[in-house]
């Protein structure tokens, strides 16, 4: 546009210019060719918008990777379940190892050839890279990339305790609490994970994000709440 901006003065007026005998022939030819070229612009780039727009609200969420993510080693671990009491006296104010983001539990997967030694094993978040499960099916977009620590978060205002969530993720460490009626999940206690320093033994370590989930075996299939296939979902989605 930089060779037509003299074409009209300052918030010049094309039917002004008509009516003033400012306007010449070739320069009405020009100014029209510039307004419709304007126009069809802004029609194309009105629609383009238009599908962006629809596209975005289908769009799965894309977080930035977590700093952070708990590692459990097994072989250290006694199931004092210490991390779960730190965990729910820290965030919750009560002992509760229902509500507790970590999961203490022993493997009993003997006939599956996975970690069939009977060993004590702890389920944390595997703050999941994109996509991430719990993020995709929560109707509300409620589960958000905290931005100090990036580890998934549940916005407990948007939350509406419908579980989904909770179903979504693979090894289940997604909690409704019964009281609240909100979900609860392991943000990393922002970079300070209270069940890591509760541990005696040392078997739970907050460690710079790596991808776990391929090396820890799941709990559940998981679902995604699409409303399109899916009746339990369609009320939150409509």
Known sequence: MAEHENLLPEGGDIVAEIKSCRLTRRSFVVSAG???AAVFGASLFSRVDMVNAATTRTKTPVFMSAKG???????????CRRCELACTEFNDGAAS???SRVKVGRNLASSSGVNNKFLVTVGTC??????????????????????????RRVDKAKC????????????AVI???????????????????????????????LVSWRDLRASTPTVQPGIMADPSTSKYCASCHS
């Open 175 to 205: 909690t409704v609490d019964p009281a609240t009626h909100k979900s609860s999940k392991c943000f990393l206690c922002d970079g300070n994970a209270e069940c890591a320093r509760a541990c005696p033994t040392g078997a739970l370590k």
């Open 34 to 36: 510039v307004a419709g």
């Open 69 to 79: 993510v708990l590692l459990h080693d097994s072989a250290r671990c006694v199931a």
């Open 97 to 99: 190892s229902y509500l």
């Open 160 to 171: 509406i305790g419908c579980g989904v969530c909770a179903k979504a993720c693979p090894w």
């Open 126 to 151: 595997m703050q999941c890279p994109h996509p991430v499960p719990c993020a995709e099916a929560c109707p509300k977009g409620a589960i958000y990339a905290d931005a100090k620590t990036g580890a």
